[in-house]
């Protein structure tokens, strides 16, 4: 192993979580290196794709203590208010920022934004060497550390390697780790609105029979939607003209931003779920999308992956203080146990969520409205929900 590049985490997986880890890992002083597919050159020359996401308050919280929220702050905008609305059951309930006195609900950001601000801090904390253009061909554990062979031959020993390459991942199947998956049967139409009238930091979601349709306030007067629907019926929407989208948004929108034009997008994705049987093996842990992947509906996907991030930063920080392997079960289960949970938790909220939502039973529609309008007339169970929504973790 004399031409073997050795770190003390090695990070596959150059997405947002993979980015946070890493930037995060090099901010405490580890020896990172990172290993992404996709050339650096193109993440940074990306154009927008039209999607956004919602950083809920409890991950701005985690990326402030992480070090990495200078980098994305300027790209954000606060969410302030969160209107939910079921349209065939007719229920309603309404969140603002200011009668719960505990600051905005969390911030939207354009998922290109994003990435370009966290591979900004990782660079910064990192530097440029601990970016390693490839992938991971082969991983072997050897005395002490985990060895991981790129395909283009160079090899990497840590003793230990996270797996953040995403649904898919091959860290995931090199340590086979079985996995959940289940689909949909939707796609999510994402794009990004310029608009006249001003959104006051609020969020839309409509409750469709298709699926939701949501709004995200950006910097500016500007928009994120995600709107989701069977599949067929999203891919027919795609083939649209940009006025014709415009037209049955604003229809389905009530108008609520005024005149409105498309600034990027639309795309498209498939929708599914899915969660790994295991979260960690020895000298390895999954974060992210690698260890779970959920339905959009309630804005918790990255969010997981934040609080993951979080939890994984201080196992290794407090394990690196009392003198323990990186890698061992000592300092890995107590990561897993911690996040397999809560996002189990989440992972079958969202699920719950979405099947009651696109459901027709009456007895299920009228369930439902009883359940917003109790969620909007009783304070206690309003303040719960404000608690589990803009928690992460
Ligand atoms: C329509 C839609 C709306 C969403 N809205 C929200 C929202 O509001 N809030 C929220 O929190 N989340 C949201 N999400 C989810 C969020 O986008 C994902 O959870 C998040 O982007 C996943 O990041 P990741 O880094 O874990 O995985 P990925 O983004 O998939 O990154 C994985 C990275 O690993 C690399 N890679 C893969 N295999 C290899 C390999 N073998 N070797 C090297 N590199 C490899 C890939 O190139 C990629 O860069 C939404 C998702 C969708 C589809």
Known sequence: MSNTIRCDVLVVGGGHAGLMLGAALAHMGFAVR????QPL?????????????????????????????????????EIERVEVVDVEGGGRVRYDSRSHGKGPFGVGIEHGRLRKGLLGAFLAEAGHDAWLAGEVAELR??????????TDGRTVAAPLVVGADGRGSRVRELARIGVDRWTYGQHALTFVLRHDRPHHGAVHEWL????????????????????????????RLLAL???????????????VLGRVEIESGPSAYPLGAQHAHRYVAPRLALVGDA?????????????MGVADIGALAEALQAARARGLDLGSGE????????????????LWLTDGLIRVFTNDLPPLKAARSLALGAIERVAPLKRLAVRHGMQTG
């Not at 990172?34 to 597919?37: A, D, P, S, Y």
């Not at 919602?54 to 980098?71: D, N, Q, T, Y």
């Not at 554990?141 to 790129?150: D, F, H, N, P, S």
């Open 291 to 303: 260890a779970h992947g959920v339905h959009p509906i309630h804005a918790q996907g990255f969010n």
């Open 208 to 235: 469709r029979r298709g699926g939701p349709l949501a709004t995200l306030p950006l910097p500016g007067r500007r928009t994120g939607i995600t709107w989701v629907e069977p599949s067929a019926e999203a891919l």
């Open 141 to 150: 554990r050897e005395a002490g550390v985990i060895a991981a062979r790129l």
């Open 331 to 346: 300092t890995l289960l107590p990561y897993a146990r911690r996040r397999r949970a809560d996002n189990m938790q989440r």
């Open 34 to 37: 990172l290993i992404e597919r």
């Open 41 to 77: 050159a193109a993440i940074e020359a990306a154009p927008a794709d039209g999607r956004s996401l919602a950083l809920l308050a409890g991950s701005v919280r985690i990326a402030k203590e992480l070090g990495v929220w200078p980098k994305i702050a300027a790209h954000t905008a």
């Open 241 to 255: 003209e940009p006025g014709e989208i415009l037209a049955l948004f604003t229809e389905r929108s009530g108008g």
